[in-house]
Protein backbone atom coordinates (compact mmCIF):
# COMPACT_ATOMS: atom_id res chain seq x y z
CA UNK A 1 0.00 0.00 0.00
CA UNK A 2 1.43 3.11 -0.82
CA UNK A 3 1.29 5.85 1.81
CA UNK A 4 2.59 8.86 -0.14
CA UNK A 5 2.70 10.93 2.83
CA UNK A 6 4.21 8.27 5.57
CA UNK A 7 3.57 10.60 8.08
CA UNK A 8 -0.21 9.81 8.10
CA UNK A 9 1.39 6.49 9.63
CA UNK A 10 2.27 8.53 13.16
CA UNK A 11 0.08 8.28 16.14
CA UNK A 12 1.81 10.01 18.60
CA UNK A 13 4.45 12.71 19.62
CA UNK A 14 6.85 12.89 22.93
CA UNK A 15 8.66 16.01 23.68
CA UNK A 16 12.21 15.77 25.45
CA UNK A 17 11.24 18.62 28.11
CA UNK A 18 14.28 21.51 27.37
CA UNK A 19 12.73 21.34 24.08
CA UNK A 20 9.02 21.83 24.54
CA UNK A 21 8.78 25.26 24.55
CA UNK A 22 11.14 26.00 21.53
CA UNK A 23 8.88 27.80 18.40
CA UNK A 24 9.74 25.26 16.02
CA UNK A 25 8.58 22.25 18.14
CA UNK A 26 5.24 24.32 18.64
CA UNK A 27 5.40 24.57 15.09
CA UNK A 28 5.22 21.09 14.44
CA UNK A 29 3.31 20.27 17.05
CA UNK A 30 0.56 22.41 15.80
CA UNK A 31 0.83 20.79 12.39
CA UNK A 32 0.63 17.42 13.54
CA UNK A 33 -2.90 17.40 15.69
CA UNK A 34 -1.25 14.24 17.23
CA UNK A 35 -1.64 13.71 20.99
CA UNK A 36 1.75 15.01 22.88
CA UNK A 37 3.71 13.66 25.44
CA UNK A 38 6.40 15.44 27.41
CA UNK A 39 9.17 13.82 28.98
CA UNK A 40 11.78 14.74 31.27
CA UNK A 41 15.39 15.25 29.38
CA UNK A 42 17.35 12.45 28.39
CA UNK A 43 14.20 10.28 29.01
CA UNK A 44 13.35 8.57 25.98
CA UNK A 45 9.84 7.23 24.83
CA UNK A 46 8.50 3.40 26.63
CA UNK A 47 7.67 1.49 23.80
CA UNK A 48 6.21 -2.00 24.69
CA UNK A 49 8.35 -5.01 23.65
CA UNK A 50 11.78 -5.03 22.84
CA UNK A 51 13.81 -4.52 19.59
CA UNK A 52 13.63 -5.13 16.75
CA UNK A 53 10.17 -6.59 17.18
CA UNK A 54 8.47 -3.16 18.38
CA UNK A 55 9.20 -1.54 15.36
CA UNK A 56 5.92 -1.62 13.33
CA UNK A 57 4.62 0.40 16.79
CA UNK A 58 7.60 2.43 17.45
CA UNK A 59 7.63 4.22 13.92
CA UNK A 60 3.78 5.02 14.84
CA UNK A 61 5.64 7.68 17.37
CA UNK A 62 7.88 10.95 16.68
CA UNK A 63 10.10 11.66 19.46
CA UNK A 64 10.92 15.94 19.33
CA UNK A 65 14.15 16.11 21.06
CA UNK A 66 18.07 17.55 21.10
CA UNK A 67 20.78 16.92 18.96
CA UNK A 68 23.58 16.67 21.37
CA UNK A 69 26.31 15.56 18.84
CA UNK A 70 27.21 16.99 15.86
CA UNK A 71 24.80 17.82 12.93
CA UNK A 72 27.84 17.25 10.00
CA UNK A 73 29.59 14.46 9.28
CA UNK A 74 31.39 12.81 6.21
CA UNK A 75 28.92 9.88 4.55
CA UNK A 76 30.26 6.99 6.74
CA UNK A 77 31.97 5.48 3.60
CA UNK A 78 35.13 2.92 3.42
CA UNK A 79 38.38 2.77 2.05
CA UNK A 80 38.14 -0.06 -0.05
CA UNK A 81 35.31 1.00 -2.41
CA UNK A 82 34.55 4.39 -4.78
CA UNK A 83 32.72 6.92 -2.47
CA UNK A 84 31.46 10.20 -4.41
CA UNK A 85 32.64 12.06 -0.90
CA UNK A 86 28.77 12.91 0.39
CA UNK A 87 28.29 14.90 3.29
CA UNK A 88 25.74 14.04 5.48
CA UNK A 89 23.68 16.56 7.47
CA UNK A 90 22.17 14.65 10.19
CA UNK A 91 18.24 15.89 11.21
CA UNK A 92 17.00 12.40 12.99
CA UNK A 93 17.33 9.14 13.13
CA UNK A 94 14.66 6.41 11.71
CA UNK A 95 11.94 6.46 9.16
CA UNK A 96 8.06 6.26 8.97
CA UNK A 97 8.78 3.88 6.37
CA UNK A 98 9.60 0.55 6.49
CA UNK A 99 11.75 -1.29 3.76
CA UNK A 100 12.71 -4.88 4.34
CA UNK A 101 16.55 -4.06 3.26
CA UNK A 102 16.42 -0.79 5.55
CA UNK A 103 20.05 -0.73 6.59
CA UNK A 104 18.65 1.48 9.80
CA UNK A 105 17.04 -1.88 11.33
CA UNK A 106 20.59 -3.60 12.25
CA UNK A 107 22.30 0.09 12.60
CA UNK A 108 19.31 2.01 15.75
CA UNK A 109 18.59 0.06 18.55
CA UNK A 110 15.72 2.06 19.15
CA UNK A 111 12.19 1.85 17.62
CA UNK A 112 11.23 5.29 17.62
CA UNK A 113 11.39 7.79 15.08
CA UNK A 114 13.75 11.05 16.59
CA UNK A 115 13.55 14.28 14.80
CA UNK A 116 16.17 17.01 16.04
CA UNK A 117 14.65 20.22 17.01
CA UNK A 118 17.45 22.89 17.79
CA UNK A 119 17.68 23.45 14.04
CA UNK A 120 19.06 26.88 15.33
CA UNK A 121 22.24 25.03 16.46
CA UNK A 122 22.35 22.54 13.02
CA UNK A 123 22.54 26.29 11.21
CA UNK A 124 24.67 27.76 13.19
CA UNK A 125 27.07 24.17 13.09
CA UNK A 126 26.77 24.58 9.12
CA UNK A 127 27.93 28.26 8.90
CA UNK A 128 31.21 27.21 10.67
CA UNK A 129 31.64 24.59 8.95
CA UNK A 130 31.79 25.83 5.89
CA UNK A 131 33.22 28.86 6.42
CA UNK A 132 35.77 27.22 7.75
CA UNK A 133 36.16 24.07 5.46
CA UNK A 134 38.91 24.37 1.95
CA UNK A 135 36.42 22.14 0.08
CA UNK A 136 35.48 24.66 -3.26
CA UNK A 137 32.63 22.38 -3.56
CA UNK A 138 30.30 20.67 -1.41
CA UNK A 139 27.08 18.40 -1.65
CA UNK A 140 25.07 17.85 1.28
CA UNK A 141 22.20 15.77 2.10
CA UNK A 142 19.72 14.69 4.95
CA UNK A 143 19.09 11.75 3.58
CA UNK A 144 21.08 8.89 5.76
CA UNK A 145 19.58 8.49 8.36
CA UNK A 146 16.20 9.10 7.95
CA UNK A 147 14.18 10.10 4.66
CA UNK A 148 14.95 13.79 3.80
CA UNK A 149 11.35 14.45 3.28
CA UNK A 150 9.17 11.72 4.72
CA UNK A 151 8.25 14.22 8.07
CA UNK A 152 8.03 17.36 5.82
CA UNK A 153 4.10 17.92 6.01
CA UNK A 154 4.86 18.75 9.99
CA UNK A 155 8.62 19.42 10.08
CA UNK A 156 8.81 22.30 7.68
CA UNK A 157 12.13 21.90 7.19
CA UNK A 158 13.12 21.47 3.92
CA UNK A 159 12.03 25.14 3.28
CA UNK A 160 14.80 26.67 5.71
CA UNK A 161 17.43 24.28 4.27
CA UNK A 162 16.40 25.14 0.69
CA UNK A 163 16.49 29.11 1.62
CA UNK A 164 19.86 28.40 3.28
CA UNK A 165 21.25 27.01 0.74
CA UNK A 166 20.27 29.56 -2.16
CA UNK A 167 22.26 31.69 -0.55
CA UNK A 168 25.50 29.86 -1.01
CA UNK A 169 27.56 29.43 -3.39
CA UNK A 170 30.29 26.37 -2.71
CA UNK A 171 27.66 23.73 -1.66
CA UNK A 172 24.49 22.56 -2.73
CA UNK A 173 21.76 20.55 -0.88
CA UNK A 174 20.29 17.15 -2.27
CA UNK A 175 16.49 15.76 -0.36
CA UNK A 176 16.43 12.17 -1.19
CA UNK A 177 13.23 10.52 -1.08
CA UNK A 178 10.71 7.45 -0.90
CA UNK A 179 7.39 9.47 -0.58
CA UNK A 180 5.83 12.63 -2.49
CA UNK A 181 5.52 15.38 0.77
CA UNK A 182 6.84 18.06 -1.96
CA UNK A 183 4.29 20.81 -1.03
CA UNK A 184 7.04 22.79 0.85
CA UNK A 185 9.24 23.55 -2.05
CA UNK A 186 6.72 25.25 -3.58
CA UNK A 187 7.39 29.17 -4.81
CA UNK A 188 10.93 28.64 -2.89
CA UNK A 189 14.00 30.93 -4.16
CA UNK A 190 16.45 28.16 -4.65
CA UNK A 191 18.28 29.60 -6.92
CA UNK A 192 19.42 25.58 -8.07
CA UNK A 193 21.10 24.71 -4.96
CA UNK A 194 18.91 22.03 -4.10
CA UNK A 195 18.48 18.68 -6.01
CA UNK A 196 15.30 16.30 -5.08
CA UNK A 197 16.17 13.21 -5.74
CA UNK A 198 13.88 9.86 -5.32
CA UNK A 199 14.89 6.39 -5.22
CA UNK A 200 13.81 3.72 -7.86
CA UNK A 201 13.77 0.41 -8.21
CA UNK A 202 12.01 -2.17 -10.17
CA UNK A 203 8.42 -2.62 -9.53
CA UNK A 204 8.29 -5.83 -7.95
CA UNK A 205 11.24 -4.46 -5.42
CA UNK A 206 8.72 -1.01 -4.96
CA UNK A 207 5.75 -3.74 -4.27
CA UNK A 208 6.83 -6.15 -1.78
CA UNK A 209 10.17 -4.56 -0.45
CA UNK A 210 9.10 -0.83 0.29
CA UNK A 211 6.37 -0.56 2.66
CA UNK A 212 4.78 3.09 3.04
CA UNK A 213 6.47 4.38 0.24
CA UNK A 214 4.66 6.71 -2.50
CA UNK A 215 4.32 3.82 -5.69
CA UNK A 216 6.49 4.66 -8.74
CA UNK A 217 3.93 6.75 -10.48
CA UNK A 218 3.72 8.67 -7.25
CA UNK A 219 7.16 9.81 -7.15
CA UNK A 220 7.76 10.31 -10.97
CA UNK A 221 4.88 12.72 -10.73
CA UNK A 222 6.19 14.61 -8.12
CA UNK A 223 9.52 14.80 -9.80
CA UNK A 224 7.71 16.22 -12.87
CA UNK A 225 6.82 18.71 -10.23
CA UNK A 226 9.69 19.53 -8.81
CA UNK A 227 11.19 20.03 -12.66
CA UNK A 228 8.83 22.72 -13.11
CA UNK A 229 9.47 24.18 -10.16
CA UNK A 230 13.23 24.65 -11.09
CA UNK A 231 14.63 21.68 -9.05
CA UNK A 232 17.19 19.87 -10.30
CA UNK A 233 16.40 15.82 -10.12
CA UNK A 234 18.25 12.97 -8.82
CA UNK A 235 17.58 9.39 -9.30
CA UNK A 236 18.91 6.65 -7.14
CA UNK A 237 19.05 2.80 -8.15
CA UNK A 238 19.84 1.70 -4.42
CA UNK A 239 19.88 -1.10 -3.87
CA UNK A 240 19.47 -2.57 -6.96
CA UNK A 241 18.01 -6.31 -5.87
CA UNK A 242 18.40 -9.27 -7.88
CA UNK A 243 14.73 -11.32 -8.40
CA UNK A 244 12.64 -13.25 -11.25
CA UNK A 245 12.22 -10.84 -14.17
CA UNK A 246 14.78 -8.31 -13.01
CA UNK A 247 15.78 -6.99 -16.23
CA UNK A 248 12.16 -6.40 -17.42
CA UNK A 249 11.33 -4.73 -14.15
CA UNK A 250 13.91 -2.27 -14.53
CA UNK A 251 13.71 -2.28 -17.65
CA UNK A 252 10.26 -0.86 -17.36
CA UNK A 253 11.07 1.20 -14.37
CA UNK A 254 13.89 3.04 -16.62
CA UNK A 255 11.53 3.42 -19.71
CA UNK A 256 8.57 5.18 -17.02
CA UNK A 257 11.10 7.56 -15.79
CA UNK A 258 12.50 9.32 -18.81
CA UNK A 259 8.76 8.97 -20.49
CA UNK A 260 7.80 11.01 -17.40
CA UNK A 261 10.66 13.78 -16.55
CA UNK A 262 12.46 16.06 -19.21
CA UNK A 263 15.99 13.96 -19.44
CA UNK A 264 17.91 17.40 -19.01
CA UNK A 265 16.50 18.00 -15.61
CA UNK A 266 18.19 15.80 -14.27
CA UNK A 267 21.73 16.17 -12.37
CA UNK A 268 22.67 12.52 -11.68
CA UNK A 269 21.78 8.71 -11.50
CA UNK A 270 23.64 6.39 -9.24
CA UNK A 271 23.47 2.84 -8.99
CA UNK A 272 24.29 0.43 -6.00
CA UNK A 273 23.52 -3.42 -5.55
CA UNK A 274 22.16 -5.38 -2.75
CA UNK A 275 24.77 -5.62 0.45
CA UNK A 276 24.10 -5.25 4.22
CA UNK A 277 25.82 -6.27 7.35
CA UNK A 278 25.39 -9.62 8.30
CA UNK A 279 23.17 -8.79 11.16
CA UNK A 280 20.68 -6.89 8.91
CA UNK A 281 19.81 -10.18 7.92
CA UNK A 282 18.82 -11.60 10.76
CA UNK A 283 16.48 -9.22 11.82
CA UNK A 284 15.02 -8.19 8.33
CA UNK A 285 14.55 -12.17 7.73
CA UNK A 286 12.67 -12.35 10.92
CA UNK A 287 10.86 -9.16 10.58
CA UNK A 288 9.55 -9.98 6.85
CA UNK A 289 9.56 -14.34 6.14
CA UNK A 290 7.82 -12.93 3.30
CA UNK A 291 11.03 -11.43 1.58
CA UNK A 292 13.35 -13.93 -0.09
CA UNK A 293 15.77 -10.64 -1.09
CA UNK A 294 18.30 -11.99 1.47
CA UNK A 295 18.55 -15.90 0.61
CA UNK A 296 20.70 -15.28 -2.87
CA UNK A 297 24.69 -16.43 -2.52
CA UNK A 298 26.35 -13.47 -1.08
CA UNK A 299 29.86 -13.05 -0.66
CA UNK A 300 31.70 -11.08 2.36
CA UNK A 301 33.04 -7.47 0.91
CA UNK A 302 36.17 -5.92 1.54
CA UNK A 303 34.23 -3.39 3.46
CA UNK A 304 32.26 -6.46 5.94
CA UNK A 305 29.44 -5.90 4.09
CA UNK A 306 27.74 -9.05 1.97
CA UNK A 307 27.49 -8.35 -1.42
CA UNK A 308 26.45 -10.32 -4.72
CA UNK A 309 29.01 -12.08 -6.30
CA UNK A 310 31.04 -9.58 -8.68
CA UNK A 311 29.95 -11.12 -11.73
CA UNK A 312 26.34 -10.95 -11.25
CA UNK A 313 26.80 -6.88 -10.16
CA UNK A 314 28.75 -6.32 -13.31
CA UNK A 315 25.76 -8.36 -15.16
CA UNK A 316 23.09 -6.23 -13.60
CA UNK A 317 24.77 -2.59 -13.34
CA UNK A 318 25.96 -3.56 -17.55
CA UNK A 319 22.01 -4.28 -18.39
CA UNK A 320 20.55 -1.46 -16.47
CA UNK A 321 23.76 1.55 -17.31
CA UNK A 322 23.18 0.00 -20.93
CA UNK A 323 18.91 1.12 -20.55
CA UNK A 324 19.55 4.09 -19.09
CA UNK A 325 22.19 5.31 -21.58
CA UNK A 326 19.37 4.65 -24.35
CA UNK A 327 18.15 8.01 -22.68
CA UNK A 328 20.42 9.66 -20.87
CA UNK A 329 21.19 13.79 -21.36
CA UNK A 330 24.90 14.74 -21.61
CA UNK A 331 25.22 16.59 -18.93
CA UNK A 332 23.85 13.46 -16.39
CA UNK A 333 26.37 11.90 -14.38
CA UNK A 334 25.81 8.03 -14.11
CA UNK A 335 27.89 6.76 -11.12
CA UNK A 336 28.03 3.58 -8.98
CA UNK A 337 27.41 3.97 -5.29
CA UNK A 338 30.41 2.41 -3.23
CA UNK A 339 32.27 0.09 -5.76
CA UNK A 340 35.45 -1.00 -7.19
CA UNK A 341 37.59 0.95 -9.83
CA UNK A 342 37.43 -2.76 -11.10
CA UNK A 343 33.81 -2.72 -11.57
CA UNK A 344 33.68 0.51 -12.96
CA UNK A 345 36.51 -0.03 -15.53
CA UNK A 346 34.33 -3.12 -16.68
CA UNK A 347 31.31 -1.90 -16.79
CA UNK A 348 31.61 2.03 -17.66
CA UNK A 349 34.82 1.62 -19.78
CA UNK A 350 36.55 4.06 -17.20
CA UNK A 351 37.73 4.90 -13.17
CA UNK A 352 36.55 7.72 -11.50
CA UNK A 353 40.63 8.92 -11.31
CA UNK A 354 40.66 9.28 -15.46
CA UNK A 355 37.81 11.82 -15.43
CA UNK A 356 39.37 13.50 -12.29
CA UNK A 357 37.54 11.57 -9.56
CA UNK A 358 34.02 11.29 -8.62
CA UNK A 359 33.46 13.96 -6.47
CA UNK A 360 34.66 15.75 -9.86
CA UNK A 361 32.37 14.40 -12.06
CA UNK A 362 29.33 15.00 -9.52
CA UNK A 363 29.60 18.66 -9.08
CA UNK A 364 30.07 19.51 -12.78
CA UNK A 365 26.46 18.20 -13.44
CA UNK A 366 25.84 21.84 -11.27
CA UNK A 367 28.14 23.87 -13.26
Not at 226 to 248: A, M, T
Request: charged share 25%; hydrophobic share 35%.
Amino acid sequence: MSYGDPSRYLEKIYVEEDCYNLPYTKEIIARSGLPVTVLPNRQEPDICGNYPDNLPQGKQNLFLCRNRGKFFKPCPATKEYRCCDYQVLNIGMNCPMDCVYCILQSYLNNPWISYFVNIDDLFKELDETLLSNQHPFQRIGTGEFTDSMALDRLTGLSKHLVEYFSKKDNCILELKTKSVIIQNLESLEHNGRTVVSWSLNSPPIMAREEIRAASLQERLEAAVQCSFWGYKLGFHFDPIVYHDGWQEGYRETIRNLFQAVDKDSIAWISMGALRYIPTLKTIATRRFPHSSIFYEEFIDGLDGKLRYFRSLRVEMYTFIATEILKYIGPKTCLYFCMESDEVWKEVMGFTPEEKGGLPAMLDKTMC
